[in-house]
């Protein structure tokens, strides 16, 4: 079983920054691969980032050079520091674990799954 905690998201104004954290609550963390959800109001929940257990990452094209993924594995946990936000940017931000290096962006791969942490960009 795998437990996740996100934090760090809140309200900032358009170009700031946050860092987002999601502490895992499992033996096997440095096997997960671990992946980085948004979901804004009325729209589906999509691939923001995500980074495999040997450390590669993927991003969506409308967040490359922004944001960066990263993982601790001594610390059970992964980040999201978003730099430059927009307002397009706020949404629920959820963290997501799959035991197996899924490299796709699928949501449902993911069984695993945070309770979500709110990012507000306003303008």
């Known amino acids: 079983q795998v437990q996740l905690v996100e934090s760090g998201g809140g309200l900032v104004q358009d170009g700031g920054s946050l860092r987002l954290s999601c502490a895992a609550s499992?033996?096997?963390?440095?096997?997960?691969?671990m992946a980085w959800y948004r979901q804004a109001p009325g729209k589906q929940r999509e691939l923001v980032a995500r980074?495999?257990?040997?450390?590669?990452?993927k991003y969506a094209d409308s967040v490359k050079g922004r944001f960066t993924i990263s993982r601790d594995n001594a610390k059970n946990t992964v980040h999201l520091q978003m730099n430059s936000l927009k307002p397009e940017d706020t949404a629920v931000y959820y963290c997501?674990?799959?035991?197996?290096?899924?490299?796709?962006?699928?949501?449902?791969?993911?069984?695993?799954w945070g309770q979500g942490t709110q990012v507000t960009v306003s303008s």
């Open positions: 980074i495999t257990s040997g450390g590669s990452t």
């Open positions: 499992t033996t096997i963390f440095s096997i997960l691969a």
């Open positions: 997501a674990a799959n035991p197996s290096n899924y490299y796709g962006s699928n949501p449902a791969m993911f069984p695993y």
